[in-house]
């Protein structure tokens, strides 16, 4: 006997969907202009805190490394610090609500699942949600230093001095912060795909050779191009692949009696 998908979907039709669907949106959009409202308020923290402090020697990464930067941001427009401001305070807010927007995404789609694939899928989201976290601190508190680290200190000639804009900066610190955000959620993507049975744990580890050249080409495009910073970069990446391959299911092998089965047609 099939599994039943949970009563409330049975009679839902597609305008009853679609309502789910706006008053789900409705939430999300006010969750973010609430978390947006209250984080506008803390300018000094979320900039003099978190957002500036990998320009400082006193960054705890340098620290820990030794290495030493004093980036001094400048602003060259009129509206640009202000601006600023309101996309840092919608990234956070966005940072910070991103498990509860995933959550009004499962909420959305449970009642259209079984029982053992809504089990599954909560798993699924959680798992997702910790390793967004995940990816937004590591490209925080190590990538994103050696950036800022690397780039203060190169130079063509000692004729040229760098001078970087505020929006130059804030513009880095998005991309890379939630680059590695979304990066992380590889494991998540492999789980799915494991599920849906398009990969296997035996063809990942088979293909360990592509997935360390992969890694050594992603940790010298996202890092400055020397060996400490893409050997710092790589550490985290080789993390998501082992992840990765543990939350993949083995192939299932095949037994005599399928085979015999097979011949007998």
């Known amino acids: 006997m099939a599994e039943e998908k949970l009563d409330e979907s049975k009679d839902m039709s597609f305008w009853d969907h679609l309502e789910a669907l706006r008053q789900g949106l409705f939430r999300v959009i006010l969750a973010l202009l609430g978390a947006f409202v209250v984080l506008f308020f803390f300018k000094e923290f979320l900039f003099d805190k ?3 402090a990998p ?3 006193d960054f705890f990464f340098y620290k820990w490394f030794g290495m030493k930067t004093g980036l001094q941001l400048v602003n060259i427009e009129l509206s640009t610090q202000f601006m600023v401001h309101m996309r840092v305070t919608f990234m956070c807010a966005f940072i910070l609500c991103c498990p509860y927007v995933l959550f009004e995404i499962w909420r ?3 009642p259209a699942l079984y029982r053992h694939e809504k089990r599954a899928t ?5 798992f997702a949600s ?10 925080y508190c190590i990538i994103l230093p050696l950036m800022v680290n690397f780039f203060d200190g190169y130079k063509v000639s000692e004729e040229v001095v760098n001078t970087i804009s505020l929006n130059s900066y804030i513009s880095t610190v998005s991309s890379t912060v939630l680059l590695f955000g979304i990066v992380f959620e590889i494991p998540t993507l492999v789980a799915v795909l494991s599920q849906l049975g398009l990969i296997t744990r035996q063809s990942l580890l088979g293909g360990w050779k592509w997935a360390v050249l ?5 940790a010298a495009i996202i890092t400055p191009a020397d060996p400490f910073s893409m ?14 391959i543990l939350v993949c299911k083995k192939a299932v092998p095949e037994t005599d009696g399928d085979a015999s089965g097979e011949d007998e047609e």
């Open 231 to 244: 050997l710092i970069a790589a550490i985290p990446l080789s993390l998501l692949y082992g992840i990765s």
């Open 214 to 218: 992969i890694i050594a080409v992603l």
């Open 55 to 57: 320009t400082r020697t």
């Open 130 to 139: 910790v390793l967004f976290y995940l990816g937004i601190a590591v490209g």
């Open 50 to 52: 978190l957002i500036l």
């Open 122 to 126: 909560r798993r699924a989201f959680l």
């Open 108 to 110: 959305f789609i449970a």
